[in-house]
Structures are given as C-alpha cells and as structure tokens.
C-alpha cells in the first residue's frame, strides 16, 4: 500500500512537471543568458563583480520558480494575505531598523541577506488582491463598501513605500493595484475619479517631495542645465544609445560602457550599454524578448478557469511591463530617472527574487489551471 501511494505521487509529480509552461520557462531563461552577457560587458569582460554572483542567483531562482509551480494554487491563495501581512511588517522594520544609501532608508538585512521588501511586495499586493477579488460577483464588486479593504491594502505599502522614499516604485504599486481593480470589474468612473482627485493634489504632492525628487524632474526638462552633475547621468545614456546607431559597437567594444563614461551600467543604465554594444537592432530584439515574456504571462492567465490565476496573470503581467517601460523610457530621457531596474537584466538580488517568485506563482497558476476554488468570498 505504501509503495502505491508513493508511486501515485510520483506520478502527480511528473503530471504536474508535464502541465508547466516549457516555452516559457525557456524565455525566462534566454532572458537570464541575456542579462549575463550584459553585466559580464559591465565588469569590463570578467565575470566578477556581476555576472557571476547574478548568475548563481538567477539558477536559484529558477529552481525557486519550478518549486513555486509544484503548489497548488488554492493553497497559495490561502497563503496570499498573511503573507501579504509579512509584507507589511517587513516595510515597517525598514522604515524602523533599514540602513540607508544613497539618502534613502530601502534596505534591511533578514537572516544575514540585504533584502529590499518593495520589490517583493508588489508581488505580495497582487497575491491579496486576486484572493479577494477572486469570487466577486460584478454586483459586490459595484459596491464601494467592498472595495474600502483592497483600497486601504494597496494605499498602505504604497505609502510605506513613499516614505523611505522610493517614489517609482509607489507609484508601480499603485498602478499594479488599479490593474486587477480593473480586471476585477470595477467600473471606469471610478478610475476617472481617482485622476481628478490625483490631479488635484499632484501641486500639493511636488512641494512634499524630497530635494532629490524635484531636482529629478528639474533634470528631466532642463537635462544640460548641469551637464557635469545632475544631468550627466542621462546625458551619457543618450550618447551611449546615440553611439550604437543601427548595428552598434561590438560585444565588449561599446567606449561609453567600456570607458566608464555612462554611470550605473549595471543597474539603472544597462540597456544604454547593451544597445550601445547591439544597436538598435539589439536594442529593439531585448524589447522584442521582454514583450514576448509579458503577452505569453497573459495567455497564461487566460487559460486559467479560475479567477485567481487571471488576475495574478494580470498583475505580475503589469509589474514586468512597468519595470521594462520605466527603466528603457528613463535612459531614453522620456521620463525623469527613478531607480527602476530592467527585470532579469540589471544586477540585484530582490529584484529577481520578487520577479521569478511572481513567476512560479503564475506557473502554479497554469499547471492548476483547471481546479475548482471553495466557494467563499474573498478568501
């Protein structure tokens, strides 16, 4: 009997191995090759300091992800406020005990490892959002009563997050937020009201900011006011993105990168060094392999028969778009710079901790794409 049971799971093992989404786990792979090419670039040709250390975290990763995607989602669901609430606790440690870089309070140290808890709390805010929303109906999702706790649950890490002060990733938390409100059903008047109301207050919210905040902005419109200091940073990244022209440099040959003109190559910059090395053509294929990932995450949701797994598919779809939109259009001077890492690309840790952990949930999400969720609400 015991061998059979033992067999029988073996066997749920391998089905559930069979039902992951291989196409795109490869994607996310290709990705991690890409971004190992690049930082490898960054360190000068040396596998030290970046890609090396990134790459051991990517394979962690992954393995972290196919691990992920073993759990049945109903019990991630189960899971998904609570942890949510460790989200919670983790932002107010930093907000008490973070150390700060750079003028801002982002970091804290768990179990002897730098952890920023932002970036998995996007995560942790889409897990909340899609339990509650999961089973309501169009009727309770019109009611504004119902709506009061996911609102407070998105506007409490958005404001933990503003205040260490890390505006980018606020306002990606927000947006994240208003992405499963809308695929859950709420109506779009409610949306336009927000605007207004953000409109508004968007004069009173510029005088709050921090003088670094302003004088981002102030770079943004004005970026050769300061050629030397505030503005040199996007202003390398334009002519390192200018010097790529069609076919670029060569693979380790781009002078802006190699040189050390452009600034923060291997993080907040490294499309800049990648198209400088590629072109344009390099430039547009990365895009190219990041939008794929993002409309194959959204497939997947579709596929899902539950709404748990769609509006997960919808938020971890947002977050990726956001990162890849914000961090191409600042080294494009499109939008002032803030901060926001390409996912998989740049080098850091909690930024591909929180992205291939939203993946492993959108994996369970396919591989038991199929279940029935108990029929109470909100849960």
Not at 31 to 41: E, F, H, I, R, T
Not at 219 to 227: A, I, K, M, Q, V
């Amino acid at each position: 009997m015991e061998r059979r049971r033992l067999r029988e799971t073996s066997i749920d093992l391998f089905a559930k191995l069979a039902r992951v989404s291989w196409p795109f786990v490869l994607l996310v792979v290709l990705l991690g090759v890409v971004g190992y090419a690049a930082l490898y670039s960054a360190a000068g040709g040396a596998p030290r300091p970046y890609a090396e250390p990134q790459a051991i975290r990517f394979a962690i990763g992954v393995l972290a992800m196919l691990v992920i995607a073993m759990v049945d989602i109903r019990f991630i669901a189960r899971l998904a406020w609570p942890l949510y609430v460790v989200g919670i606790a983790l932002l107010l440690l930093v907000a008490g005990f973070g150390h700060i870089s750079n003028g801002a309070r982002r970091w804290v140290v768990v179990a002897g490892v730098d952890l920023q808890p932002s970036e998995l709390m996007k995560l942790l805010l889409i897990l909340a959002l899609a339990a509650w929303f999961r089973r309501a109906s169009w009727e309770r999702v019109g009611n504004p009563l119902f709506l009061v706790p996911p609102i407070l649950a998105t506007a409490v890490p958005a404001f933990l997050i503003l205040r260490e002060p890390n505006l980018g990733t606020a306002v990606i938390t927000l947006s994240i937020g208003g992405a499963i409100f809308w695929a859950a059903g709420v109506r779009w008047w409610k949306f336009a009201l927000v605007i207004a109301l953000a409109a508004v207050i968007a004069p009173i919210a510029y005088a709050h900011l921090h003088g670094y905040q302003r004088q981002r902005i102030l770079t943004f419109l004005h970026p050769s006011r300061d050629p030397l200091g505030t503005g040199y940073n996007i202003i390398q990244s334009k002519i390192a993105l200018g010097a790529g022209g069609m076919w670029g440099q060569g693979y380790l040959h781009g002078t802006q990168g190699q040189l050390d003109f452009l600034p923060e190559k291997q993080t907040d910059f490294i499309f800049a060094l990648f198209s400088e090395e590629f072109g344009l053509v390099g430039g547009l294929a990365l895009i190219g392999l990041l939008a794929l990932v993002i409309l194959y995450t959204m497939a997947i949701g579709l596929a899902c028969r539950h709404q748990f797994g769609r509006l997960v598919a919808v938020g971890v779809a947002t977050n990726l778009f956001l990162y890849v939109f914000v961090n191409i259009a600042m080294v494009m001077g499109a939008i002032p710079v803030g901060g926001v890492p390409l996912p998989l690309i740049s080098y850091g840790g909690s930024a591909m901790l929180a992205v291939m952990a939203g993946f492993g949930v959108l994996l369970s999400a396919h591989v038991h794409r199929d279940v029935e969720f108990p029929d109470a609400a909100g849960g």
